[in-house]
T-cell receptor
């Protein structure tokens, strides 16, 4: 079936530490993997994405890695700050041709403590 | 604001009533998606359109749910004979071709 599993469900770190969130997906044809950040009461917002033709992408303190063989991708946040506290969702494109819709993971609630 | 717009922001209804939500996507986006989100969960795919054509509808979606996008611009999502289990945030998103999805602020539905 179409499924994305995300771990951990909650993550608590001290300010300045790194945070890592991991996802696995079911469809080997998936070729697009975005990450969204959702603050309380707000809409999900895209923070970084990666396509299947690259293994890693970085944007300042945020990086994403992809292992297509293992159907696994991860979000890395370095030098965490209190404003990074939010729920993070991974997603994978699924459907015929590898992209018709995004299937989301259940989310990771990240708390960054000062 | 040129983002995705959803109305209403909140809807409270009694069980058994029909409700309709509206989504106005970003103007040049030809793809429009509906998702449902409950507390502590990720967005759950409901259906999507490319222009005015509804290309996929989730198998989990009851026949009480219907969506339209008559002119390939705005879309409506209707829920007939609402049930308490329909209470959720209904999110609309749009994209240009197969690019990044941009979400609206959602419609929070409460069925009493």
């Amino acid at each position: 079936g179409e499924n994305v599993e995300q771990h951990p469900s909650t993550l608590s770190v001290q300010e300045g530490d790194s945070a890592v969130i991991k996802c696995t997906y079911s469809d080997s044809a998936s070729n697009y993997f975005p990450w969204y950040k959702q603050e309380l009461g707000k809409r999900p917002q895209l923070i970084i994405d990666i396509r299947s033709n690259v293994g890693e992408k970085k944007d300042q303190r945020i990086a994403v890695t992809l292992n297509k063989t293992a159907k696994h991708f991860s979000l890395h946040i370095t030098e965490t700050q209190p404003e990074d506290s939010a729920v993070y969702f991974c997603a994978a494109s699924m459907g015929s041709g590898g992209y018709n819709k995004l299937i989301f993971g259940a989310g990771t609630r990240l708390a960054v403590h000062p | 604001d040129t983002g995705v717009s959803q109305n209403p922001r909140h809807k409270i209804t009694k069980r058994g009533q029909n409700v309709t939500f509206r989504c106005d996507p970003i103007s040049e986006h030809n793809r429009l998606y509906w998702y449902r989100q409950t507390l502590g969960q990720g967005p759950e795919f409901l259906t999507y359109f490319q222009n005015e054509a509804q290309l996929e509808k989730s198998r989990l979606l009851s026949d009480r749910f219907s969506a339209e996008r008559p002119k390939g611009s705005f879309s409506t999502l209707e829920i007939q004979r609402t049930e308490q289990g329909d209470s959720a945030m209904y999110l609309c998103a749009s994209s240009h071709r197969q690019e990044k999805l941009f979400f609206g602020s959602g419609t929070q539905l409460s069925v009493l």
